[in-house]
């Protein structure tokens, strides 16, 4: 596979539940992404690795758990979620965060629904 | 606070010319993206300004003018398939990227 690559594409859990995003990328990109994406609002930016570190977490509450274990693959952990965070969670990649034209390569997102 | 404005939808003719303005305020500019995202799925790159002018690329244009914080995508010969959401964005200051809320472009045979 080529791209950015997530799974699920769907998922509706229940408040207590615990599961997980995967995002995967082929593209040999430095950065990853989490983004949450509401109907009619700006894209919001939860996290942001580089090199596989954390170089961003804005104020994201603690239920959601980001993880990268290694430059191609990023995890968000979600536990104990509430119905306003029912939305499509975005992952992207991008060669260098902190350059230029950084493009960004997105995922087609995993549609959340929390009960 | 940074800012970004963009209408919210918008309906265009198969065949004919469509222009979507975005206006910012942000602290500092580092550049200027449009992207399309079509429904269900990923936003895809279009465009990228930096400098003031426009960028011609196919059917799809895009101008910047820094003084006024102020850009515009322009679509010709529409088609179908350009039915899609396009967004923008600014990277300001400290390279973050500062997100409009989309806007809907619906077209109309």
């Known amino acids: 596979e080529t791209g950015v690559t997530q799974t699920p594409r769907h998922l509706v859990m229940g408040m207590t539940n615990k599961k997980s995003l995967k995002c995967e990328q082929h593209l040999g990109h430095n950065a990853m992404y989490w983004y949450k994406q509401s109907a009619k609002k700006p894209l919001e930016l939860m996290f942001v690795?580089?090199?596989?570190?954390?170089?961003e977490n804005n104020s994201v509450p603690s239920r959601f758990s980001p993880e990268c274990p290694n430059s191609s693959h990023l995890f968000l952990h979600l536990h104990t979620l509430q119905p306003e965070d029912s939305a499509l969670y975005l992952c992207?990649?991008?060669?260098?965060?902190?350059?230029?034209?950084?493009?960004?390569?997105f995922g087609a997102g995993s549609r959340l629904t929390v009960l | 606070g940074q800012n970004i404005d963009q209408p919210t939808e918008m309906t265009a003719t198969e065949g004919a010319i469509v222009q979507i303005n975005c206006t910012y305020q942000t602290s500092g500019f580092n550049g200027l993206f449009w992207y399309q995202q079509h429904a269900g799925e990923a936003p895809t790159f279009l465009s990228y300004?930096?400098l003031d002018g426009l960028e011609e690329k196919g059917r799809f244009s895009s101008f910047l003018s820094r003084s006024k914080g102020y850009s515009y995508l322009l679509l010709k010969e529409l088609q179908m398939k350009d039915s899609a959401s396009y967004l923008c964005a600014v990277r300001d200051s400290n390279y973050q990227l500062i997100w409009g809320a989309g806007t809907k472009l619906i077209i109309k045979p």
């Open positions: 992207a990649s991008s060669q260098d965060p902190g350059s230029g034209a950084n493009v960004l390569t």
């Open positions: 690795y580089s090199l596989e570190e954390r170089v």
């Open positions: 300004n930096v």
